[in-house]
């Protein structure tokens, strides 16, 4: 393990935490330019996708910093999280009260700040996440002096460049031909194109303004929306190159700003 250390302070990359003996941890902290969290869901995606479809995109993503210059620790996924009530209903959806996942969140990243790395990255799978990560950070943030960035896969890549993949069929939806395509840049064989017919997804409200809805259950939807027809290999890898290469841009300026000052006291 120390050769692997050693290669590791030398050459940047990925250093598992699992592997690390307790008496590195020190060292391994002090010499870190961050840490990180990939964070997903065991959840429904259609009878194409796999039920980890959010967790081998965040540990996917995650393991692309393997050739990173920047020297990083990653950590165990957390695989369960709070999920829709559009996917509950599913086979096969593990969904935790959103309180039940702000509490576990608040506790794993704060367990990985008080490890010794202020600066933590967490690589996110799946949408709903995204309120519960962010509220979990103002609260360790509060606490300890930290850096915590937050990184969901499905933003890296704009829609105009998903038009460009797919064509003016909307791609973008839950386990539609984007989600679906990403998938396969990973894990071709988790893959099943023939299982899933294309299910348009439901029209946006005729309106300009920003909104957010939420229903039970939109039609049409059979836990899944979009042209997975649309979906492909050729197209997950370059999801997979353009996700990689903007969260590379990403993490050089955020390890180049400086650290925040410590919080003051509740």
Known sequence: MDELITAWERGGGLLP??????????????????????????????PHLPLGTDLILADGFA??????????????????????GQTRPW?????????VALGYLCDV????????????????GHDANMSTVR???EWVSGRRLASLLLANWFQLVTPAETAELFGEQISRGHGGAYETSAVLGFDPQAVHLDAAA???PRPRLDTPHPYVLIESRP????????????????????????????????????????LPTAPGAD
Request: aromatic fraction near 6%.
């Open 135 to 137: 509220a979990a950070m």
């Open 198 to 200: 294309d299910l348009p």
């Open 17 to 46: 935490v699992t592997r690390l003996p307790g008496h590195e941890l020190a060292r391994v902290a002090a010499a870190a330019d961050f840490a990180v969290l990939p964070v997903g869901a065991v959840e429904w995606h259609g």
């Open 63 to 84: 393991a692309e910093l393997a050739g990173s210059p920047l020297k990083a620790v990653t950590f165990p996924a957390v695989p369960y999280a709070a999920c829709p």
């Open 109 to 124: 990243i704060e367990g990985v700040v008080a490890a010794g790395f202020p600066r933590v990255l967490v690589v996110n």
């Open 91 to 99: 086979p096969g959806t593990i969904a935790i009260r959103p309180e």
């Open 219 to 258: 039609e049409p939807w059979q836990g899944w929306s979009g042209h997975v027809s649309l979906a492909g290999a050729e197209a997950g890898t370059r999801v997979r190159q353009l996700a990689a290469a903007r969260l590379a841009e990403l993490l050089t300026a955020w390890v180049a700003a400086p």
